[in-house]
């Protein structure tokens, strides 16, 4: 196997000079304003050594990434009456499409896409006031990454809040299908909060490893999960993950990966590594461009699809 130093350097360096870049979001107004020259990279291993490359230390938007681990506390506040409200397909639709969910009577596709995530965080909001319910999360992000700064950028939150007029038409639209318990406005308070949360590639490392750790948190030796929701959760993301891109993605670099509109991609290699991602462009699936490259890079060069070396 290569040194995965010499191949996180030069992944690096090829990026730094590819021209094709993606675009940056520009539909919630502070996400537009990031920097498209950024890109960062963190590897943790099983063994617990930590690789970085690039701006892996700089916080960004984690966006649907936070997904992945509202969906982990959801499923811990509920176990599986939640797939009563949320199905496990791939949706082969746009993450914010509102057509599919009336033919399916207001049940989301999967957890992943924006629908399927507001009827998560609905979950994870029910008993409790909004700001605890935004508080558990947080905590939960600080806990898994072993970090007690990591806050929710404000100003992202404040310019979601006031353009996110699909996510209120899904929540809305849920809403009269009997599908979200709360009002709809504090539902999507916490969502909206809850991905704009800011955090590195190193963070987001370090939280994703209990996915590749058959949902163990090695830092802690604490079970985040067990064995058998550790590796369901890796097959939505899979799955579901990277949207109507999802194939493309499973096809390219073939392991569970989930991706954000700040640009973030988190990828598990089951067994081995858990590893973060970060250029803010994205492509026509609203996927990071050169995130994905990277990765798939990184596979290719370590072994590491899960379809084998
Ligand atoms: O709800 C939204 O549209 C955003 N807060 C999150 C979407 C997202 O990250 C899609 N991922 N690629």
């Known amino acids: 196997m290569p040194e995965i130093v010499a191949v996180l350097a030069e992944i690096a360096d090829q990026m730094a000079r590819e021209s094709e870049r993606g675009r940056v979001a520009s539909y919630i107004p502070q996400l537009a304003r990031v920097d498209p020259k950024k890109f960062g990279i963190a590897v943790v291993t099983a063994e617990g050594a930590v690789h970085v490359a690039g701006d892996a ?101 404040q310019s979601e809040t006031a353009t996110g007029y699909r996510n209120v038409a899904l929540a809305n639209y849920m809403k009269a299908f009997g599908n979200i318990e709360n009002p709809p406005e504090m539902t999507l308070g916490v969502y909206f909060h809850q991905c704009a949360i800011a955090m590195s590639c190193r963070d987001l490392a370090h939280a994703g490893r ?34 109507d891109g999802s194939g493309d993605f499973a ?15 988190l990828g598990i290699v089951p067994g081995e ?13 609203g996927n990071s461009h050169l995130g994905s490259l990277a990765l798939e890079r990184l596979t290719k060069a370590m072994g590491w699809s899960v379809f084998g070396a």
Request: proline share 6%; with cysteine; net charge positive.
């Open 273 to 285: 590594a858990s590893i973060c991602v970060w250029s803010p462009g994205l492509n026509a699936t």
């Open 210 to 243: 209990f996915l590749a750790e058959d949902g163990h948190h090695p830092a802690t030796r604490r079970r985040v999960v067990s064995r058998e929701r550790a590796r369901r959760i890796n097959a939505l993301m899979l799955m579901c993950g990277h949207y």
């Open 57 to 157: 230390e700089e916080p960004f938007s984690i966006q649907s990434i936070s997904k992945v681990f509202t969906l982990t506390l959801a499923l811990g506040r509920v176990g599986d009456t939640l797939w009563r409200r949320v199905g496990r397909e791939p949706s082969g639709n746009a993450f914010n499409s509102i057509a599919q969910l009336e033919r399916e009577n207001g049940v989301p596709r999967n957890p992943f896409i924006n629908a399927g995530a507001i009827v998560v965080t609905d979950v994870v909001l029910s008993g409790h006031p909004p700001k605890e319910a935004l508080g558990d999360i947080v905590q939960f992000m600080r806990f898994l990454a072993g970090n007690e700064e990591i806050v929710v950028d404000k100003a992202v939150a």
């Open 251 to 265: 096809f390219k670099v073939g392991i569970p990966g989930k991706s954000g509109v700040g640009g973030g991609i």
